[in-house]
Structures are given as C-alpha cells and as structure tokens.
C-alpha cells in the first residue's frame, strides 16, 4: 500500500499521488521548497458523483489538481440546458485559466461525475511562486495552449453540420490519424457526454455508431472504440 | 498625418500604430528597450484579400499581430470544407499560443479577408525577452486565458441544436446582458463568416434574423445590430 501524507485539512494522501501531482506541468518546475510549501495550504476535497466543486460566475480563489475520478465543465443556459466544455481526469487542472482572466470569476460550473478527488490550491499562493519561477509560467503557459488548440478541435468538430460528420470528427481528434489499422481507442467519457459534447441526442449517437458499424468501420464495446478503418472515416467527411 | 518609423524590412509604420502595439497585452510590459529591441527585428507584412500569413501546420516561428484589416483563423478538412475558428481584428495576437505548444506548428490556417497589415514578430527573440519580464507573461496569460473564456462561449452557441438558438446565444455573446435595451452593436464580421461560424448556411443565417426582425427583437441594417429587447431574445432560448 502506498505511503501516506497528511494535508493541513487532517485528509490523508498517498504519497504516490503526490508525487504524481509533482509531476504536473502547472508545478513541475517549482523547487521541492516551493511544491511542499503550497502543499502545506492546500486542502484535498473529496466529491460524490454529482457534488459540485464550483458554480459558474464564483469567484476564483482556487483552482484545482484532479487525482481521481472525473469532473465535468459545463454551463446551464437560463433554461437548463446543459453544455458540457470538457471532462478533466487525473492530473488535468480545473478552473487554472480563471486566475488569469479580468474578472477572476470561474466561466463554468465543475461537477464531479463520478466520486472524485480534488487537490485544492490557493491562486493567490500559487501566483506568488509564479512570480519566482519563470519555468512555472512556462508550464502553464503550455497548457493553456494546448487547452486552446483543443478547442479549435472542438470548435471545427461542432461546426459540422450533419451528425455523421460530427461524430466521425470526434472519433478521427482521439487518434493519430497516422497510426495503422486497427486503432483502439478508450471513449473518453459515457455516450451520453459525448453525445451532449457533440451537440446531438444520445439516441442520434447510438444511431451515427451503429451505421458506422455497419458500414464495418468501426467497433464498440463498452468504452472500448476499435477503429478497423481509419482511412474510411476520413473518406466519411470529405 | 502621423509621423512615421521605418522597420528594418524598409516599411513605414506610422507611429501612432506602433503606439496602439505597444499597448498589446503581449507586450506592454517590456521596457521601452525590451520593445524597441524587439521592433527593430519585427516586420511588417502587408496582405491582399485572400493573401494567406501562415498555413495549418507550418512550424511556428513567428507570430502577429493585426494593425490594420482583419485576419481569418479557420481549418480545412480534406474535402475542402471551411472552419472558421476566429477572425482576428487590429491589435489581436495571431499564432502566438503554437509557441507554447509542444509541437510548436500553428494548428490553422490564417488569411487576409480584406487588405491587411500585421507586425511579425520572432518566436524566439519574444520567449528570451519573457524570460526577462514576468509581468509580459503574466499578460500572455491573461490574454489565452480570455481567448479560452471566448472558446467557452463559442462551444456553447454551437451546442446550441437549432438555428434560431445558435443565432440568439451568439447575438447575446456579443452583449452585456444586463445592458437596458435597445443595444447597437456591430456584427464582428461578414454574414457569411458568421453563418460558417455557426454551422449554418448563409440563407439559414438570413432567414432566422428575418424571424427575429418579425418578432421586433431585433433590426439589422449592415454590419449594425440593433437589439430590441435582450429579455426576448433570452426567453428565445430557454
């Protein structure tokens, strides 16, 4: 079993998780001094499924480090209509990008959608050491650049108008379109997300998956998504 | 008439725009040395309509910013079907995250839509000068992090399922809601462009705004928008 550290909330963590923390573009390159001295004020925040971690238009104090489980990004319009921005998984940051913006207010809301857990750091002790570590806002700079280039992804996935493109779009932005014949890839969240990411009912993306099973391009089991024909997607969307 | 500096490609820039740049998030916080230093290596590039600046996947050793026109960021499937996934406007950034991006290979296409002139600045020479100005860092920060907020929001109107929901979310993202009515704003680009930003056809485009003129929501006489009443066209979407 792994070794564990305490955090100042009483919570306990194993030290191999920290040690993956460690290894997180947003705090790799703080000195061993500097990492445990923002550990000491961090808090660990475990979340039921459904729990939220913030709601849109919250002031961003804190942003966060996923060690478990999933969080869900998403708005509500007025009428409940739900938009899901992203899912973020273990070691992805959640709410970072709020401390840079003019407002400091989260854009979004973070949910847990299964049980999850959460390191939570404080902007103002984090901005601090960013300011005495130029390699620290390198590595945040690069992820919010790579944050961004997968929004265009998403972007041009979404302005594809018939629900075949779209899906097939989605599938081709998990894989190398490089990669030789069979690909599997492991579906990133539940149909039912990536039917709402992808702007369509679930029951349209059941559908979409079904005529590209038939058509023996690809496979699904469970998350589990065999691609038998990379190239024949590509054709699709042409 | 405004006084003119001579970049070493030859051109004149009035000073008055290098002025306005040196305001640039990106830049403001260099020293007027740091920004002399790095204007005396810049270029100016002049653009015809249609002329492209960079290409999807071209390595990204430069990167922009518009002084005069309008510049089109947008991707290309295979089958030649246009993504536009932003339109840059004078004193937008170009190309500058693929710097912090691990491939560093700009991931579009940039072109002129009408004539043009952008500053090129050296990738290079900018991250040595960052190295040296925390405060610059901190303002490419804040300047991804708000185009990240921008992408959250255009997520969300392309989520949108119906025309008519996709043309009011993006006509409220344009505004603060909480402004009295009516509201003037200037539509940010050509129908067309903002049709294929809204995975529409450009009659679908026409036909909802007709709709919503027939509702007294709203009235469009060129690129003015004026908006009738902003609680109708929220009710529109709930």
Redesign the interface.
């Known amino acids: 079993m792994d070794s564990m550290i305490i955090l100042p909330g009483g919570a306990n963590v194993s030290y191999h998780s920290l040690e993956k923390v460690r290894q997180n573009a947003l705090l790799s390159a703080l000195t061993d001094g500097q990492f445990y001295s923002l550990m000491k004020k961090a808090k660990l925040i475990e979340l039921d499924d459904g729990d939220h971690l913030f709601m849109q238009g919250d002031e961003a104090k804190r942003f966060f480090i996923v060690l478990q489980g999933s969080i869900k990004f998403f708005?509500l319009?007025?009428?409940g209509?739900e938009?899901?921005?992203n899912v973020f998984g273990e070691q992805d940051p959640v709410g970072e990008?709020?401390?840079?913006?003019?407002e400091k207010h989260y854009?979004?809301n973070a949910m847990a959608i299964k049980s999850a857990a959460v390191l939570s750091i404080c902007c103002q002790d984090y901005l601090q050491l960013?300011?005495q570590s130029?390699e620290s806002?390198?590595g945040?700079?690069?992820s919010?650049?790579?944050?961004?280039?997968r929004?265009?992804s998403?972007?041009?996935v979404?302005?594809?108008?018939s629900a075949v493109h779209r899906v097939a779009h989605f599938i081709l932005s998990l894989i190398d379109e490089k990669s030789p014949d069979p690909v599997v890839v492991r579906l990133p969240a539940t149909k039912q997300l990536i039917a709402?990411?992808?702007?369509?009912q679930p029951e349209t993306l059941s559908r979409v998956m079904r005529e590209l099973k038939e058509k023996e391009l690809l496979d699904v089991q469970g998350r589990n998504l065999t691609i038998h024909s990379v190239a024949g997607l590509?054709r699709l969307?042409?």
Not at 144 to 149: D, G, T
Not at 158 to 161: E, F, P
Request: glycine residues 4%.
């Open positions: 708005r319009t007025s009428g209509k938009t899901v921005i990008a709020a401390m840079f913006m003019a854009p979004a960013l300011h130029y806002c390198f945040i700079l690069g919010m650049a790579s944050r961004l280039k929004s265009i998403d972007i041009e979404l302005t594809q108008q709402s990411r992808l702007a369509m590509k969307i042409q």
